[in-house]
Protein backbone atom coordinates (compact mmCIF):
# COMPACT_ATOMS: atom_id res chain seq x y z
CA UNK A 1 0.00 0.00 0.00
CA UNK A 2 2.76 2.63 1.36
CA UNK A 3 4.92 1.73 -1.81
CA UNK A 4 1.74 2.47 -4.23
CA UNK A 5 1.23 5.82 -2.80
CA UNK A 6 5.07 6.67 -3.32
CA UNK A 7 5.15 5.66 -6.58
CA UNK A 8 1.74 7.68 -7.17
CA UNK A 9 3.49 10.63 -5.84
CA UNK A 10 6.87 10.19 -7.56
CA UNK A 11 4.43 10.04 -10.65
CA UNK A 12 2.79 12.90 -10.00
CA UNK A 13 5.73 15.73 -8.99
CA UNK A 14 7.34 13.92 -12.38
CA UNK A 15 4.36 15.14 -14.15
CA UNK A 16 4.13 18.41 -12.60
CA UNK A 17 8.10 18.90 -13.28
CA UNK A 18 7.50 18.34 -17.06
CA UNK A 19 4.65 20.31 -16.96
CA UNK A 20 6.23 23.15 -15.14
CA UNK A 21 9.20 22.36 -17.64
CA UNK A 22 7.25 22.65 -20.96
CA UNK A 23 5.52 25.93 -19.87
CA UNK A 24 9.04 27.45 -19.03
CA UNK A 25 9.58 26.62 -22.46
CA UNK A 26 6.90 27.76 -24.25
CA UNK A 27 6.90 31.40 -22.49
CA UNK A 28 10.65 31.56 -23.72
CA UNK A 29 9.82 30.95 -27.20
CA UNK A 30 7.33 33.27 -27.08
CA UNK A 31 7.22 36.68 -29.23
CA UNK A 32 8.26 39.99 -27.17
CA UNK A 33 4.67 40.86 -25.81
CA UNK A 34 2.85 43.59 -27.40
CA UNK A 35 2.39 47.08 -25.58
CA UNK A 36 -1.49 47.20 -24.04
CA UNK A 37 -2.13 50.12 -25.20
CA UNK A 38 -4.55 51.17 -29.27
CA UNK A 39 -2.47 53.93 -30.64
CA UNK A 40 -4.06 56.79 -32.18
CA UNK A 41 -1.76 56.93 -35.11
CA UNK A 42 0.11 53.95 -36.84
CA UNK A 43 4.09 55.62 -36.99
CA UNK A 44 6.46 54.70 -39.29
CA UNK A 45 9.81 52.90 -38.75
CA UNK A 46 12.12 55.44 -38.24
CA UNK A 47 9.83 58.39 -38.14
CA UNK A 48 11.75 61.55 -38.10
CA UNK A 49 8.81 63.92 -36.68
CA UNK A 50 8.44 63.38 -33.10
CA UNK A 51 4.79 65.02 -32.92
CA UNK A 52 3.63 62.05 -34.60
CA UNK A 53 5.23 59.57 -32.04
CA UNK A 54 3.75 62.39 -29.40
CA UNK A 55 0.15 61.56 -30.79
CA UNK A 56 0.44 57.78 -28.88
CA UNK A 57 2.46 59.17 -26.34
CA UNK A 58 1.32 62.69 -25.43
CA UNK A 59 2.71 62.32 -21.93
CA UNK A 60 6.33 61.72 -23.00
CA UNK A 61 6.09 64.21 -25.95
CA UNK A 62 4.79 66.84 -23.89
CA UNK A 63 7.82 66.00 -21.19
CA UNK A 64 10.15 66.23 -24.23
CA UNK A 65 9.24 69.81 -25.26
CA UNK A 66 10.19 70.97 -21.97
CA UNK A 67 13.85 70.76 -22.73
CA UNK A 68 13.31 73.18 -25.66
CA UNK A 69 12.65 75.69 -23.08
CA UNK A 70 14.23 74.57 -20.04
CA UNK A 71 17.51 77.11 -20.16
CA UNK A 72 18.28 76.75 -15.92
CA UNK A 73 21.45 76.00 -14.70
CA UNK A 74 23.54 74.52 -12.03
CA UNK A 75 26.35 75.75 -10.05
CA UNK A 76 28.96 74.22 -12.38
CA UNK A 77 26.64 73.55 -15.90
CA UNK A 78 23.09 73.62 -16.82
CA UNK A 79 21.19 74.55 -20.56
CA UNK A 80 21.68 78.25 -20.98
CA UNK A 81 24.01 77.63 -23.43
CA UNK A 82 26.70 79.83 -21.29
CA UNK A 83 30.27 80.64 -23.10
CA UNK A 84 32.96 78.33 -21.64
CA UNK A 85 35.78 80.65 -23.06
CA UNK A 86 34.03 83.31 -20.78
CA UNK A 87 33.66 81.26 -17.84
CA UNK A 88 36.83 80.16 -17.64
CA UNK A 89 39.27 82.04 -19.85
CA UNK A 90 42.03 79.40 -19.52
CA UNK A 91 40.20 77.46 -22.32
CA UNK A 92 40.70 79.86 -25.16
CA UNK A 93 44.90 79.11 -24.52
CA UNK A 94 44.33 75.47 -23.97
CA UNK A 95 42.02 74.85 -27.52
CA UNK A 96 44.02 77.43 -29.30
CA UNK A 97 44.65 76.90 -33.10
CA UNK A 98 41.28 75.33 -32.76
CA UNK A 99 37.49 75.73 -33.47
CA UNK A 100 36.81 75.17 -29.53
CA UNK A 101 38.73 78.42 -29.03
CA UNK A 102 36.22 80.82 -31.02
CA UNK A 103 33.45 79.21 -29.98
CA UNK A 104 32.37 76.69 -27.05
CA UNK A 105 29.11 76.97 -25.44
CA UNK A 106 27.49 74.42 -22.85
CA UNK A 107 24.81 72.54 -24.24
CA UNK A 108 21.05 73.23 -24.46
CA UNK A 109 18.10 70.69 -24.55
CA UNK A 110 17.67 67.96 -26.93
CA UNK A 111 15.18 69.94 -28.52
CA UNK A 112 17.77 72.59 -29.21
CA UNK A 113 20.39 70.38 -30.63
CA UNK A 114 20.09 70.92 -34.32
CA UNK A 115 19.32 74.78 -34.21
CA UNK A 116 22.41 74.73 -31.83
CA UNK A 117 24.83 72.80 -34.26
CA UNK A 118 23.60 74.77 -37.18
CA UNK A 119 24.27 78.17 -35.45
CA UNK A 120 27.93 77.45 -33.80
CA UNK A 121 30.80 79.62 -34.85
CA UNK A 122 32.71 76.13 -35.05
CA UNK A 123 31.01 75.24 -38.26
CA UNK A 124 32.75 75.67 -41.80
CA UNK A 125 29.68 76.03 -44.50
CA UNK A 126 32.16 76.70 -47.58
CA UNK A 127 31.54 73.38 -49.44
CA UNK A 128 34.50 74.35 -51.71
CA UNK A 129 36.86 74.74 -48.61
CA UNK A 130 38.60 71.39 -48.07
CA UNK A 131 38.95 71.83 -44.00
CA UNK A 132 34.73 72.04 -44.54
CA UNK A 133 32.86 70.89 -41.78
CA UNK A 134 31.56 67.51 -42.82
CA UNK A 135 28.34 65.88 -42.15
CA UNK A 136 29.57 63.37 -39.56
CA UNK A 137 28.69 66.61 -37.03
CA UNK A 138 25.38 66.17 -37.67
CA UNK A 139 25.45 62.49 -36.19
CA UNK A 140 23.92 63.41 -32.82
CA UNK A 141 22.01 65.99 -33.48
CA UNK A 142 18.87 65.11 -35.35
CA UNK A 143 16.50 62.43 -35.85
CA UNK A 144 16.60 62.18 -39.35
CA UNK A 145 19.69 60.35 -39.02
CA UNK A 146 18.23 56.51 -38.65
CA UNK A 147 16.28 56.86 -41.92
CA UNK A 148 19.06 58.68 -43.57
CA UNK A 149 21.46 55.83 -42.34
CA UNK A 150 19.32 53.29 -43.83
CA UNK A 151 18.99 54.74 -46.60
CA UNK A 152 22.72 55.92 -47.71
CA UNK A 153 24.89 54.09 -45.19
CA UNK A 154 26.87 55.87 -43.00
CA UNK A 155 30.00 56.33 -45.47
CA UNK A 156 28.02 58.24 -47.82
CA UNK A 157 26.33 60.54 -45.18
CA UNK A 158 29.96 60.88 -43.16
CA UNK A 159 31.72 62.09 -46.63
CA UNK A 160 28.89 64.99 -47.22
CA UNK A 161 29.50 68.28 -46.84
CA UNK A 162 27.83 69.93 -43.22
CA UNK A 163 26.36 72.56 -46.00
CA UNK A 164 24.88 69.99 -48.59
CA UNK A 165 23.30 67.60 -45.87
CA UNK A 166 21.61 70.33 -44.02
CA UNK A 167 19.22 70.38 -46.63
CA UNK A 168 18.12 67.17 -45.73
CA UNK A 169 17.76 67.20 -41.74
CA UNK A 170 14.91 69.19 -40.76
CA UNK A 171 14.04 67.70 -37.14
CA UNK A 172 16.22 67.83 -34.15
CA UNK A 173 17.12 64.97 -31.47
CA UNK A 174 13.64 62.91 -31.03
CA UNK A 175 12.10 59.59 -30.80
CA UNK A 176 13.52 57.84 -33.35
CA UNK A 177 17.23 58.35 -31.74
CA UNK A 178 15.86 56.03 -29.46
CA UNK A 179 13.19 53.96 -30.00
CA UNK A 180 11.96 51.63 -32.69
CA UNK A 181 8.79 52.55 -33.93
CA UNK A 182 5.51 49.86 -32.93
CA UNK A 183 7.30 48.08 -29.93
CA UNK A 184 8.92 51.35 -28.61
CA UNK A 185 12.03 49.54 -27.38
CA UNK A 186 14.87 50.88 -26.65
CA UNK A 187 17.53 50.66 -29.78
CA UNK A 188 20.73 51.13 -31.06
CA UNK A 189 20.52 53.92 -33.82
CA UNK A 190 23.94 54.74 -34.28
CA UNK A 191 25.91 52.63 -36.76
CA UNK A 192 28.82 53.47 -35.19
CA UNK A 193 27.94 52.84 -31.15
CA UNK A 194 27.06 49.11 -32.99
CA UNK A 195 30.31 48.59 -34.34
CA UNK A 196 32.12 49.62 -31.06
CA UNK A 197 30.21 47.36 -29.50
CA UNK A 198 30.47 44.73 -31.73
CA UNK A 199 34.27 45.24 -31.95
CA UNK A 200 34.03 44.69 -27.77
CA UNK A 201 31.98 41.19 -28.76
CA UNK A 202 28.69 42.38 -27.19
CA UNK A 203 25.46 42.18 -28.73
CA UNK A 204 23.34 44.88 -28.11
CA UNK A 205 19.82 42.98 -28.46
CA UNK A 206 20.99 41.09 -25.94
CA UNK A 207 21.32 43.73 -23.02
CA UNK A 208 18.60 44.11 -20.73
CA UNK A 209 15.89 46.83 -20.50
CA UNK A 210 18.54 48.42 -17.82
CA UNK A 211 21.02 47.96 -19.69
CA UNK A 212 19.38 49.72 -22.26
CA UNK A 213 19.06 52.70 -20.95
CA UNK A 214 22.08 53.68 -20.52
CA UNK A 215 23.60 51.91 -23.34
CA UNK A 216 21.20 54.37 -25.79
CA UNK A 217 22.91 57.74 -24.21
CA UNK A 218 25.74 55.94 -25.65
CA UNK A 219 24.32 56.97 -28.99
CA UNK A 220 26.03 60.43 -28.91
CA UNK A 221 27.14 60.72 -25.19
CA UNK A 222 30.60 59.19 -26.14
CA UNK A 223 34.23 60.30 -27.13
CA UNK A 224 34.69 59.54 -31.24
CA UNK A 225 36.59 60.89 -33.54
CA UNK A 226 36.46 61.46 -37.55
CA UNK A 227 38.27 58.63 -39.35
CA UNK A 228 40.50 59.05 -42.99
CA UNK A 229 39.88 61.48 -45.12
CA UNK A 230 35.93 60.42 -45.26
CA UNK A 231 35.78 61.29 -41.44
CA UNK A 232 33.84 58.05 -40.64
CA UNK A 233 32.28 58.47 -37.22
CA UNK A 234 34.08 55.76 -35.25
CA UNK A 235 34.17 55.53 -30.88
CA UNK A 236 38.31 54.85 -30.02
CA UNK A 237 36.68 52.08 -27.99
CA UNK A 238 38.62 49.04 -29.34
CA UNK A 239 41.52 48.78 -26.74
CA UNK A 240 38.91 49.59 -23.97
CA UNK A 241 36.66 52.86 -22.97
CA UNK A 242 39.09 54.46 -20.44
CA UNK A 243 41.16 57.20 -21.22
CA UNK A 244 43.90 55.51 -21.20
CA UNK A 245 42.86 52.55 -23.56
CA UNK A 246 41.84 55.42 -26.05
CA UNK A 247 45.16 57.42 -25.73
CA UNK A 248 46.95 54.22 -26.35
CA UNK A 249 44.55 53.76 -29.26
CA UNK A 250 45.19 57.01 -30.92
CA UNK A 251 49.14 57.01 -30.32
CA UNK A 252 48.65 53.41 -32.48
CA UNK A 253 46.66 54.82 -34.95
CA UNK A 254 48.74 58.42 -35.04
CA UNK A 255 45.75 60.51 -34.81
CA UNK A 256 45.78 64.17 -33.81
CA UNK A 257 42.73 66.57 -33.90
CA UNK A 258 44.99 69.72 -34.40
CA UNK A 259 48.51 70.65 -33.55
CA UNK A 260 48.97 73.42 -31.39
CA UNK A 261 50.42 76.53 -32.32
CA UNK A 262 54.18 77.01 -31.99
CA UNK A 263 54.40 74.35 -29.38
CA UNK A 264 53.91 72.00 -32.45
CA UNK A 265 52.35 69.18 -29.82
CA UNK A 266 49.88 66.86 -32.02
CA UNK A 267 46.38 67.19 -29.91
CA UNK A 268 43.52 65.40 -28.90
CA UNK A 269 39.87 67.19 -28.28
CA UNK A 270 37.73 64.91 -26.03
CA UNK A 271 34.08 64.95 -26.82
CA UNK A 272 31.63 64.56 -24.29
CA UNK A 273 32.33 60.91 -22.52
CA UNK A 274 29.35 60.49 -20.14
CA UNK A 275 28.97 56.93 -20.73
CA UNK A 276 32.57 56.29 -20.62
CA UNK A 277 33.18 57.98 -17.33
CA UNK A 278 29.93 56.66 -15.58
CA UNK A 279 30.64 53.15 -16.43
CA UNK A 280 34.15 53.03 -15.49
CA UNK A 281 33.16 51.31 -12.38
CA UNK A 282 31.24 54.31 -10.38
CA UNK A 283 29.27 53.44 -7.23
CA UNK A 284 26.12 54.10 -9.08
CA UNK A 285 26.97 52.06 -12.37
CA UNK A 286 28.15 49.31 -10.28
CA UNK A 287 24.95 49.59 -8.33
CA UNK A 288 22.78 49.04 -11.28
CA UNK A 289 21.89 52.38 -11.54
CA UNK A 290 21.04 53.70 -15.00
CA UNK A 291 21.20 57.38 -16.97
CA UNK A 292 17.84 57.27 -17.27
CA UNK A 293 16.49 56.80 -13.65
CA UNK A 294 18.10 59.45 -13.11
CA UNK A 295 18.19 62.36 -15.98
CA UNK A 296 14.31 60.94 -16.50
CA UNK A 297 12.92 59.48 -13.34
CA UNK A 298 10.03 57.84 -13.46
CA UNK A 299 6.24 60.83 -12.79
CA UNK A 300 3.40 60.45 -12.68
CA UNK A 301 0.21 62.03 -14.11
CA UNK A 302 -2.70 60.78 -12.44
CA UNK A 303 -2.92 57.26 -12.46
CA UNK A 304 -0.53 57.05 -15.48
CA UNK A 305 3.29 56.48 -14.76
CA UNK A 306 5.69 57.00 -17.09
CA UNK A 307 9.49 57.92 -17.94
CA UNK A 308 10.03 61.57 -18.24
CA UNK A 309 11.66 62.64 -21.38
CA UNK A 310 12.44 66.20 -19.82
CA UNK A 311 16.21 65.05 -19.79
CA UNK A 312 17.98 67.41 -17.44
CA UNK A 313 20.40 67.42 -14.43
CA UNK A 314 18.71 65.69 -11.59
CA UNK A 315 19.77 68.49 -8.95
CA UNK A 316 16.79 70.79 -10.86
CA UNK A 317 14.14 67.92 -9.34
CA UNK A 318 16.08 65.97 -6.90
CA UNK A 319 13.22 65.09 -5.02
CA UNK A 320 11.79 63.00 -8.12
CA UNK A 321 15.48 62.25 -9.71
CA UNK A 322 16.96 61.36 -6.36
CA UNK A 323 14.33 60.61 -4.02
CA UNK A 324 13.55 57.13 -5.85
CA UNK A 325 16.43 55.77 -3.74
CA UNK A 326 17.50 58.54 -1.10
CA UNK A 327 14.87 59.61 1.66
CA UNK A 328 17.47 62.29 2.36
CA UNK A 329 17.57 64.61 -0.73
CA UNK A 330 18.64 67.82 1.27
CA UNK A 331 21.79 65.85 1.98
CA UNK A 332 22.25 64.05 -1.47
CA UNK A 333 22.43 67.78 -3.32
CA UNK A 334 25.01 68.92 -0.30
CA UNK A 335 26.93 66.07 -1.17
CA UNK A 336 26.88 66.60 -4.95
CA UNK A 337 28.06 70.14 -4.25
CA UNK A 338 30.93 68.96 -2.44
CA UNK A 339 32.27 66.51 -4.59
CA UNK A 340 31.66 68.82 -7.61
CA UNK A 341 33.32 71.90 -5.90
CA UNK A 342 36.33 69.32 -5.04
CA UNK A 343 36.48 68.12 -8.69
CA UNK A 344 35.85 72.00 -10.54
CA UNK A 345 38.99 73.43 -8.26
CA UNK A 346 41.00 70.13 -9.12
CA UNK A 347 40.14 70.60 -12.90
CA UNK A 348 41.70 74.66 -12.42
CA UNK A 349 44.66 73.08 -10.83
CA UNK A 350 44.92 71.20 -13.98
CA UNK A 351 44.70 73.88 -16.33
CA UNK A 352 46.79 76.17 -14.98
CA UNK A 353 49.81 73.00 -14.81
CA UNK A 354 48.92 72.62 -18.72
CA UNK A 355 49.04 76.33 -19.25
CA UNK A 356 52.77 76.31 -17.51
CA UNK A 357 53.55 73.30 -19.54
CA UNK A 358 52.54 74.86 -23.16
CA UNK A 359 54.67 78.28 -22.20
CA UNK A 360 57.54 76.19 -21.72
CA UNK A 361 57.29 73.56 -24.68
CA UNK A 362 56.66 76.89 -26.69
CA UNK A 363 59.87 78.42 -25.64
CA UNK A 364 61.86 75.64 -25.99
CA UNK A 365 60.66 74.91 -29.48
CA UNK A 366 61.68 78.54 -30.07
CA UNK A 367 65.04 77.32 -29.56
CA UNK A 368 66.84 75.81 -32.39
CA UNK A 369 69.27 74.29 -30.04
CA UNK A 370 66.59 72.01 -28.16
CA UNK A 371 67.46 68.68 -27.52
CA UNK A 372 65.12 67.21 -29.88
CA UNK A 373 64.14 64.02 -28.22
CA UNK A 374 63.40 65.43 -24.80
CA UNK A 375 60.68 68.07 -26.54
CA UNK A 376 58.98 64.94 -28.08
CA UNK A 377 58.67 63.40 -24.59
CA UNK A 378 57.48 67.14 -23.22
CA UNK A 379 55.16 67.13 -26.43
CA UNK A 380 53.81 63.63 -25.40
CA UNK A 381 52.77 64.67 -21.80
CA UNK A 382 51.36 67.73 -22.89
CA UNK A 383 48.64 65.66 -25.06
CA UNK A 384 48.10 62.99 -22.74
CA UNK A 385 47.73 65.73 -19.85
CA UNK A 386 45.06 67.58 -21.75
CA UNK A 387 43.06 64.72 -23.32
CA UNK A 388 42.81 63.40 -19.53
CA UNK A 389 41.83 66.87 -18.34
CA UNK A 390 39.67 67.30 -21.28
CA UNK A 391 37.76 63.73 -20.19
CA UNK A 392 36.97 65.11 -17.34
CA UNK A 393 36.43 68.53 -18.43
CA UNK A 394 34.10 67.79 -21.49
CA UNK A 395 32.14 65.69 -19.32
CA UNK A 396 28.91 66.79 -18.40
CA UNK A 397 29.10 66.02 -14.28
CA UNK A 398 32.03 68.15 -13.24
CA UNK A 399 33.27 64.56 -12.09
CA UNK A 400 29.67 63.22 -9.83
CA UNK A 401 29.18 60.44 -12.68
CA UNK A 402 32.49 58.75 -11.50
CA UNK A 403 34.00 61.34 -8.80
CA UNK A 404 37.06 58.89 -7.95
CA UNK A 405 37.74 58.48 -11.50
CA UNK A 406 37.68 62.07 -12.24
CA UNK A 407 39.96 63.19 -9.58
CA UNK A 408 42.37 60.30 -10.82
CA UNK A 409 42.33 61.42 -14.44
CA UNK A 410 43.10 64.93 -13.04
CA UNK A 411 45.99 63.91 -10.87
CA UNK A 412 47.44 62.53 -14.00
CA UNK A 413 46.59 65.16 -15.80
CA UNK A 414 48.55 67.65 -13.56
CA UNK A 415 51.24 65.26 -13.45
CA UNK A 416 51.93 64.70 -16.54
CA UNK A 417 51.91 68.67 -17.47
CA UNK A 418 54.46 68.99 -14.86
CA UNK A 419 56.67 66.55 -16.41
CA UNK A 420 56.40 68.11 -19.42
CA UNK A 421 57.26 71.45 -18.61
CA UNK A 422 60.39 70.17 -16.75
CA UNK A 423 60.94 68.12 -19.94
CA UNK A 424 61.07 71.36 -21.96
CA UNK A 425 62.89 73.23 -19.60
CA UNK A 426 65.29 70.72 -19.39
CA UNK A 427 65.77 70.10 -23.72
CA UNK A 428 67.24 74.40 -23.58
CA UNK A 429 68.74 73.93 -19.93
CA UNK A 430 66.18 77.09 -18.82
CA UNK A 431 65.40 76.93 -15.48
CA UNK A 432 62.84 80.39 -16.16
CA UNK A 433 60.82 77.69 -17.67
CA UNK A 434 60.04 76.28 -14.93
CA UNK A 435 58.12 79.16 -13.19
CA UNK A 436 54.44 78.34 -12.33
CA UNK A 437 51.37 80.36 -12.44
CA UNK A 438 52.44 81.67 -16.09
CA UNK A 439 48.12 81.97 -16.29
CA UNK A 440 48.11 84.77 -13.60
CA UNK A 441 51.07 86.65 -14.17
CA UNK A 442 50.53 90.15 -15.90
CA UNK A 443 51.04 90.71 -19.45
CA UNK A 444 54.30 92.08 -20.48
CA UNK A 445 55.24 95.68 -20.70
Not at 67 to 91: C, H, I, M, V
Not at 138 to 157: F, H, Q, R, V
Request: a negative charge.
Amino acid sequence: MNRSITLILVGVIILLAAALTGTLVFMKNQPPQERSFEPLVEVKAMEPDSSIWGQNFPNQYDSFMKTKTNNADTKYGGSSAFSWLERDPRQKILFAGMPFSKDYNDDRGHANALEDVNATKRVNWDVNDPKRTPGTCYSCKTSDNPALWAEMGMEAYDKMAFADLSKQVNNSIGCANCHEAGTMRLIVTNPALEEALKAQGKDWKTFSRQEMRSVVCANCHVEYYFKGEGKYLTFPWADGTDADSMIAYYEELGFKDWEYPDAKTPMLKAQHPEYEMFTQGSTHYNAGVACADCHMPYVRDGAAKYSSHDVKSPLLNPVQACGQCHTNTDYVVERVGIIQEQVANTKIAAEDAIIDAINAIKAAAANPSADAALLDQARKLHREAQFKWDFVSAENSTGFHNPEYALKLLAEATNAARQAQMLAAQSVGDLSLLATGVYYAPPAQ
